[in-house]
């Protein structure tokens, strides 16, 4: 599985942006760069996904870098409802293995 | 977006019984759905792939026998802890992936705490 690496934790002002990195440096050119967040005693929730082109949504923006290597996640304006932990993982399509094995992610805190 | 549920969503069991656990998708179809385990301040662990109408593809070191998992239909997957253990007390999640996405993004249960007396 294509490793990613994130900080062990980050923390954050309230209505500040928030930059999540994440290194990805074995990423393929057909693998997705996704990123997930977890609340305490949730399941994970879909937070945004890309290939090659940055990426926007309601609930966040994904950084691209040129050579792919590496990629952010950018909470625009956090709130104390983004405390969590965010996951970033690469999804491989290749046939019969298409899974997405979570990494340690990025807890991350939002002081008020 | 796509909602998947779980239930129940926390269960006590006593050694050596068995559990089962559902997962549904409530508003579309999906032919494959994962299921997760995750320990306190640990990340989720992948335990299966299960594809609607064959057998579940389970990851290394995790025991087949020890956790049943079907697949009966396009919106269904159940996961049975069988004799269950203390050493099985965990967070477990499944998800679904949609039947007409190969970019890969997967919608999660809400979870089911298992804990085993």
């Known amino acids: 599985d294509a490793k990613t690496t994130q900080p062990n934790s980050m923390e954050s002002n309230e209505e500040e942006p928030v930059h999540l990195p994440c290194n990805h440096s074995?990423?393929?050119?057909?693998?997705?760069i996704h990123w997930y967040r977890q609340l305490p005693s949730q399941g994970p929730e879909y937070v945004i996904h890309?290939?090659?082109s940055n990426v926007n949504n309601r609930m966040a923006s994904l950084a691209i870098a040129e050579d792919r290597k590496s990629s952010t996640l950018i909470l625009h304006r956090a709130t104390l409802r983004d405390a969590a932990v965010y996951y970033c993982?690469?999804?491989?399509?290749?046939?019969?293995?298409?899974?997405?094995?979570f990494g340690q992610g990025t807890r991350l805190t939002i002081n008020p | 977006g796509a909602v998947v549920s779980q239930h129940p969503s926390r269960v006590i069991c006593k050694s050596g019984t068995s559990v089962k656990i559902e997962c549904r998708s409530l508003?579309?179809?999906?032919?494959?759905m994962f299921w997760y385990r995750q320990f306190p301040k640990q990340s989720l662990m992948l335990m299966a792939t299960?594809?609607?109408?064959?057998?579940?593809?389970?990851e290394q070191g995790v025991e087949k026998d020890k956790f049943l998992i079907n697949h009966a239909s396009l919106t269904l997957s159940t996961l049975t802890v069988t004799s269950a253990h203390p050493e099985d007390s965990s967070f477990y999640i499944c998800?679904?992936?949609?039947?007409?996405?190969?970019?890969?993004?997967?919608?999660f249960g809400e979870g089911s705490r298992l804990t085993v007396l």
């Open positions: 299960s594809n609607e109408g064959s057998k579940a593809t389970y």
């Open positions: 998800s679904a992936r949609l039947a007409v996405t190969n970019t890969g993004e997967l919608f």
């Open positions: 508003d579309f179809q999906a032919t494959t």
């Open positions: 890309g290939l090659t």
């Open positions: 993982i690469l999804f491989r399509r290749i046939q019969g293995a298409q899974k997405l094995v």
């Open positions: 074995t990423i393929s050119g057909t693998d997705y």
